[in-house]
């Protein structure tokens, strides 16, 4: 079973930037698609980015590409979103998730999910 442990998130101003770190627990995700949604509210979630088990195929949402960075270290079991150029809508709760087919596609099923950590831009 995997758990999966979100950190770095907080009150930023906008332009800011934040790093968001998810570390596995229980067992290995280098073998795993990896996955950040984010979820603000009365909104539906939203697919933020993903990577693939390799780390060499990246995905992002239409409202984050060329702000948002993907990465991964399997030899610490953990992922990372780097977010530049803030904005106000940016503001939720970032949820990272495991998907055990290895894509880390927006379409893909996620299997593990973290418990979130908020993410604040203020204008």
């Known amino acids: 079973q995997v758990q999966l442990v979100e950190s770095g998130g907080g009150l930023v101003q906008a332009g800011g930037s934040l790093k968001l770190s998810c570390t596995a627990s229980?067992?290995?995700?280098?073998?795993?698609?990896m996955g950040w949604f984010r979820q603000a509210p009365g909104k539906e979630r939203e697919f933020v980015g993903g990577?693939?088990?390799?780390?060499?195929?990246?995905y992002y949402g239409d409202s984050v590409k060329g702000r948002f960075t993907i990465s991964r270290n399997n030899a610490v079991n953990t992922v990372y979103l780097q977010m530049n150029s803030l904005k106000p809508e940016d503001t939720a709760a970032y949820y990272c998730?495991?998907?055990?087919?290895?894509?880390?596609?927006?379409?893909?099923?996620?299997?593990?999910w973290g418990q979130g950590t908020q993410v604040t831009v203020s204008s």
């Open positions: 229980g067992r290995t995700i280098s073998d795993y698609g």
């Open positions: 990577i693939n088990w390799g780390g060499a195929g990246r």
């Open positions: 998730a495991a998907d055990p087919s290895g894509r880390g596609l927006a379409g893909s099923f996620y299997e593990h």
